[in-house]
């Protein structure tokens, strides 16, 4: 069966540090282009980190940029979001979806067509 699964969110402090996982099963990751969504309480959902499926060029939504760090491991089929400088306002349900193909092409937007999503994993930052 074709499953993305997000894992290590979690509470932490201000300040502190996260890395989230997104495990991939039933497909090889390195065809698709993979990106990192969140969602807080009466907020849209926005696109956080994305990779392309090759070349490993990424984008960083602005308000992210220089704190968190996307990478792959294709040997364990994973896509990582590193998340340092953590602040309240990145508490939200962080999801993981898939697009195959697109090559060099990296897409960031919660509304594309996506072929795959997990089911999210919880972030609060909170002292």
């Known amino acids: 069966q074709v499953q993305l699964v997000e894992s290590g969110g979690g509470l932490v402090q201000p300040g502190g540090s996260l890395r989230l996982s997104c495990a991939a099963s039933g497909f090889t990751l390195d065809e698709y282009l993979i990106g990192w969504f969140r969602q807080a309480p009466g907020k849209e959902r926005e696109g956080v980190s994305c990779?392309?499926?090759?070349?490993?060029?990424?984008y960083y939504a602005d308000s992210v940029k220089g704190r968190f760090t996307i990478s792959r491991d294709n040997a364990k089929n994973t896509v990582y979001l590193q998340m340092n400088s953590l602040k309240p306002e990145d508490t939200a349900v962080y999801y993981c979806?898939?697009?195959?193909?697109?090559?060099?092409?990296?897409?960031?937007?919660?509304?594309?067509?996506?072929?795959?999503w997990g089911q999210g994993t919880q972030v609060t930052v909170s002292s």
């Open positions: 979806a898939a697009y195959y193909g697109l090559e060099s092409v990296v897409v960031c937007d919660p509304y594309y067509d996506y072929d795959y």
């Open positions: 990779v392309s499926s090759r070349d490993d060029n990424t």
